[in-house]
Nanobody, 124 residues
Framework: QVQLVESGGGLVQAGGSLRLSCAAS????????VGWFRQAPGKEREFVVAINRSGGSTYYADSVKGRFTISRDNAKNTVYLQMSSLKPEDTAVYYC?????????????????WGQGTQVTVSS
């Protein structure tokens, strides 16, 4: 069992930055790939970014490429999502999730554990 807790969300103006954190407890964190997903009101949850177990490979949705950066610190059992040049369309609840899969990390159904989410609101 893995417990995930997101933090760092908030209200920011367009063009600003935020850093989200996903802290994990439970079983060996380094055994899991971690992804960030987001869900805006009235929309389906969508993939944002993922990082593999070692942190050596990352995967980004086209909509955030060049603006968001994912990283992990396995010693601290934490994954970070640095978000820059934020746009109003980035407004959503952001969820981190852990997966035992090596591949298909863009697929929501391949994740085993989910956090409760953190709200990110970008004002224009």
């Amino acid at each position: 069992q893995v417990q995930l807790v997101e933090s760092g969300g908030g209200l920011v103006q367009a063009g600003g930055s935020l850093r989200l954190s996903c802290a994990a407890s439970g079983r060996t964190f380094s055994s899991y790939a971690v992804g960030w997903f987001r869900q805006a009101p009235g929309k389906e949850r969508e993939f944002v970014v993922a990082i593999n177990r070692s942190g050596g490979s990352t995967y980004y949705a086209d909509s955030v490429k060049g603006r968001f950066t994912i990283s992990r610190d396995n010693a601290k059992n934490t994954v970070y999502l640095q978000m820059s040049s934020l746009k109003p369309e980035d407004t959503a609840v952001y969820y981190c999730a852990a997966s035992q899969n090596y591949y298909q990390l863009v697929t929501l159904g391949n994740y085993d554990y989910w956090g409760q989410g953190t709200q990110v609101t970008v004002s224009s």
